[in-house]
């Protein structure tokens, strides 16, 4: 089975710096992948890690260890409008791409 | 460039009857696609997915079906709607042939069940 684990909800300030981490236990593994939902919107794409180590792509940076079954999103400079859930998925061994969600962590960007 | 459309937006439907949510995809070819819902507060769940033209694979057993009746068109249907059936449904595709590619999603269908 798969099981993926992030914390319910974080609280952070604007301009700092805020790392959301995820633990996952899965049948084989291709890749993990960090969306970002808006509340009432569609989750869009934010990065993936496919090996171990981080992935930069501006304010925002994803970290895998493959072995220790763990990653974590980080945000600098943050700001008002990040505040939303931010969705970890891990994709299984296999061709068809399948994706299995976390269940989200909530973040709320205070001034 | 590609993009993906759902529809409706939003849907009250009372219990027992029936569901048909439509989603096609615009720009590329063979894609994958993907069924999920969303529970109020919760992570998506993985419904469905299809890699090509009437194959389904269902992924949790429900009172929902799936159908691929052309390449870029995905449906989700139920013939008689729970109240455990409202959600968010999310409909998604990604390229074909690489197992890690990142999955685009459409703009979400709001069910409500009565």
């Known amino acids: 089975g798969q099981n993926i684990d992030q914390p319910t909800e974080m609280t952070a300030t604007e301009g700092a710096i805020v790392q959301i981490n995820c633990t996952y236990q899965?049948?084989?593994?291709?890749?993990l992948f960090w969306y970002q939902q808006h509340a009432g919107e569609a989750p869009t794409f934010l990065s993936y890690n496919v090996l171990d180590g981080l992935e930069e792509k501006g304010r925002f940076s994803s970290f895998l260890s493959r072995s220790k079954g763990y990653s974590y999103l980080l945000l600098k400079e943050l700001q008002m409008k990040d505040s939303a859930s931010y969705l970890c998925?891990?994709?299984?061994?296999?061709?068809?791409?399948?994706?299995?969600f976390g269940s989200g962590t909530k973040l709320n960007v205070k001034p | 460039s590609q993009t993906i459309h759902q529809w409706p937006a939003t849907l009250v439907q009372p219990v027992g009857s029936p569901l048909s949510l439509e989603c096609t995809v615009e720009?590329?070819?063979?894609?994958?696609l993907y069924w999920y819902r969303q529970a109020a507060g919760r992570g998506l769940q993985l419904l469905f997915y299809s890699v090509g033209i009437g194959q389904i694979s269902s992924e949790v057993p429900q009172n929902l079906s799936a159908s691929r009746p052309q390449d870029r068109q995905f449906i989700l249907s139920s013939k008689k709607l729970l109240l455990s059936d409202s959600g968010f449904y999310l409909c998604?595709?990604?390229?074909?042939?690489?197992?890690?590619?990142?999955?685009?999603f459409g703009p979400g269908t709001r069910l409500t069940v009565l």
């Open positions: 899965t049948s084989g593994f291709n890749g």
């Open positions: 720009g590329t070819s063979n894609p994958n």
């Open positions: 998604a595709w990604s390229f074909s042939g690489r197992s890690y590619n990142e999955q685009f």
């Open positions: 998925a891990v994709s299984p061994r296999g061709n068809f791409n399948k994706f299995y």
